[in-house]
């Protein structure tokens, strides 16, 4: 019985990665689920979100203890040079207690609005894409130096205006899951799957695994925090990487950069990017600029939040 139950368990785990594979020919379904809404994580490069907006990147950890709560709410100018949208997202992250924790997130993606002409030519009106995800997730501390995360959402994207009295919403629920190992106080290793759900329409979503490295360290009125990223998308196949730092000054001041690499074959496309954060009290203003000359070119990420 107890191998039954490992076998389903196994099955359980690798049937989204089975899915993602058998499908790698195709196009991709809802590419805005690989946006990163926190500016802290995109001044360091796009890396891993922790505390408020932790729902988007690290699952495993969140960075709180028992009975604290951070959250916050960022807006995003995304490919402002290319295809201009408005990121607008809301992260919550609580510990329970020492050991277990929920994460709750939500944004949306709006588009650039752009006229609509019917089989004649004649007008319609204009049209505003609208992209959408929500969802909640669990934190679970197994032992001292183990953790795991695992959120289940959903999405729907608005990609065509509504036709002969149909409107064209694609729907779709995913699962994000990552397991986090830290061998030392000041050093950790995740390994992330992301986008691992249902295909719309019979295109798949951007399903992406991930392994990252990151430390922290302290020297009196001085911190450093450092993180490293390397993963690949499955659908279609690129290959990606993540790098960022942040200094911080009495626990008050922080200053970030970083870098991100993706083939242009799929993902968030390469940059450069820098950055600036203010704690004062329990309150924080974070802002992050994108350099590029691509399609990511003068995005700008703005964020305030709150903890305790």
Known sequence: LQEMMKTRYILAFLLPLTVAISS???????????????????????????????????????GLNGGSLAAGISYGYFQPTVSASDVVSLGVAYGIDDRFGITFGVLGNIGEKYPVTGEYGESLGDFRPLDFRIGAGFTWRIVDK???????????????PEMDGVRNVSRTGFADIQFRYQPLGWLGVSLTGKNLGI?????????????????DWSFGKHSLDATVEAGMYVSPFAVCANA???????????????GHYCGEEAGIPSFFSAGAGLLFAVFSLDISW?????????????????RF
Do not use: W
């Open 244 to 258: 960022g730092v942040q200094y911080g000054y009495a626990g008050h001041y922080f200053v970030r950069a970083g």
């Open 146 to 160: 183990f953790s795991a995360g695992i959120s289940l959402n959903y999405a729907q994207s608005s990609h065509s």
């Open 24 to 62: 790698a020919a195709k196009d991709t379904a809802m590419p805005f689920l690989s946006i990163s809404p926190d500016p802290v994580s995109m001044a360091m490069g796009g890396t891993s979100a922790k505390g408020a907006f932790s729902h988007f990147g690290s699952l495993a950890e969140t």
């Open 199 to 215: 295909p719309v329409d019979s295109y798949p979503l951007p399903y992406y695994a991930q392994l990252g490295v990151d430390g």
């Open 290 to 306: 994108n350099c590029a000359s691509g399609p990511m070119k003068n995005t700008l990420n703005v964020g305030v939040g709150y």
